[in-house]
């Protein structure tokens, strides 16, 4: 049942009361300038300011615009890729590193929000679900391996009998639980976090997108349609809407959709027998589902890919039938939002941070994870700026190769992988 689905997504209807910034309409000098006003852009801006320097952040729309304020609002230690695979890639030390970095941002998330009094409807609690045996193999040897090799100590297995007291719905075979991942309003965050960083001194400008930058001796300027910048560093936190601004990082990454939908209120009795413990749920899959109930007691449902632009009705019409594949009893609540977004995933799944001169940085390739590595990435991105690089250095040191097929037959293969993802997820 689909009563007026709206590309609007749940989230800008929801949306706390939030300033709109004006453009850059002249020159203007500081010390580094950001691009991008999503979460990454704005935690950088936030903590390099926190540290003393004049900061200018660009947005070509604005803030939250992007994938920050159009995900699924789960907050989660680790990468897409999975720690064995980046072992496999990066060795075990770098490994270990950037699980521990990703820790740390989950942990800085809350302490943003206790610190900012960022009203984002934080909640604790994730469930990782398998759908097929060897999915449950996997999670009793994943739990094995992050406690052995990290001493990862807030995750538990949870067998059929308990999933099924948790979730309401035969689907799934067992889970991990982790008790210190959750989830929260990703739009309220990210505008939380440029009030933040305003409340610092970080001028942020809207509706002013960085279309090139250039040096000229030892500053740069970054132009956009109207005035341009001039700064001493300038970090890249784009991500999938940078194109042509840094035209070299746009081979390693590949902007994929995903959709989400949002049910009518379902009421607190209702709801609380969904899922009863209020934790966010992803399913195993390659290409996965996931849901998680808002604060106003809604069913948020999300996953797969879209190559084909947002529709808001096919949205709605698609991502119903997988939510009521999970939830049959839910086949009489209404769709009221359906929405979509980009988001940059790399090849290997791991996330893209360096340098593209020495004081040109760059934070993409989230891959999914963003919420909680996009903040901690800002911080410590704020502090290779300051000479402190060690942490940052670790992600530089992760290796990644272009996508196959070029400009024009990157797209094309990249469909071709997802299909047989999508055929393994089936195994």
């Not at 060897?134 to 067998?159: C, D, H, K, M, N």
């Not at 996931?290 to 709605?316: E, K, M, N």
Request: proline letters at 4%; charged letters at 20%; a positive charge.
């Amino acid at each position: 049942m689909i009563h007026s689905a709206r590309m609007r997504s749940y989230y800008q209807a929801t949306a706390l009361s939030a300033p709109r910034r004006a453009p850059l309409l002249e020159p203007i000098e500081c010390d580094v300038c950001v691009v991008g006003g999503g979460i990454a852009g704005c935690s950088t801006a936030l903590h390099l300011a926190e540290r003393g320097y004049r900061v200018v952040l660009l947005e070509g729309q604005h803030i939250g615009w992007g994938a920050s304020g159009r995900s699924g609002g789960q907050v989660l230690p680790g990468i897409a890729a999975g720690q064995e695979a980046l072992a496999r890639l990066a060795g075990r030390t770098i490994a270990q590193a950037v699980w521990e970095l990703s820790v740390e941002g989950v942990a800085l998330v809350r302490s943003l929000i206790a610190r900012y009094a960022i009203a984002c409807d934080w909640m604790s609690g994730h469930l990782q679900v398998a759908l097929r045996a060897r999915q449950q193999a996997e999670i009793r040897t994943g739990l094995a391996f992050l406690e052995r090799e990290y001493g990862y100590a807030s995750l538990r297995y949870v067998g059929p009998e308990e999933l099924r007291s948790l979730i309401a719905t035969h689907r799934y075979l067992a889970a991990l639980y982790d008790a210190n991942a959750g989830h929260l309003h990703p739009l309220n965050y990210a505008l939380g976090l440029a009030a933040a960083a305003e409340g610092r001194g970080v001028r942020l400008f809207e509706e002013s997108r960085a279309l090139d930058y250039r040096r000229e001796g030892a500053q740069l300027l970054v132009r956009t349609a109207r005035a341009q910048v001039q700064c001493r560093y300038l970090a890249l936190c784009g991500n999938a809407h940078l194109k042509s601004t840094a035209p070299e990082l746009a081979a390693k990454i590949m902007a994929v959709g995903s959709c989400l939908i949002a049910t009518a209120p379902l009421g607190t009795e209702r709801a609380r027998r969904l899922i009863t413990n209020n934790a966010a749920v992803a399913d195993m899959n390659w290409v996965l589902d996931y849901f998680r109930l808002s604060a106003d007691r809604r069913l948020l449902f999300g996953g797969r890919v879209t190559y084909s632009g947002f529709d808001p009705q096919r949205i709605a019409a698609s991502t119903r039938r997988r939510l009521l594949a999970v939830f049959p009893q839910l086949a009489d609540v209404p769709i009221e939002f359906a929405w979509g977004g980009y988001l940059d995933i790399t090849l290997n799944r791991a996330p893209h941070f360096g340098r593209l001169a020495p004081n040109v940085y760059f934070l993409q390739g989230f891959s999914g994870h963003g919420l909680a590595l996009a903040g901690i990435a800002g911080k410590v991105l704020a502090a290779a700026v300051a000479g402190e690089a060690e942490r940052f250095d670790v992600f530089a040191r992760i290796p990644h190769r272009d996508f196959p097929g070029g400009p024009l037959l990157r797209r094309p293969a990249l469909v071709l992988a997802m299909l047989y993802y999508r055929l393994k997820d089936l195994l």
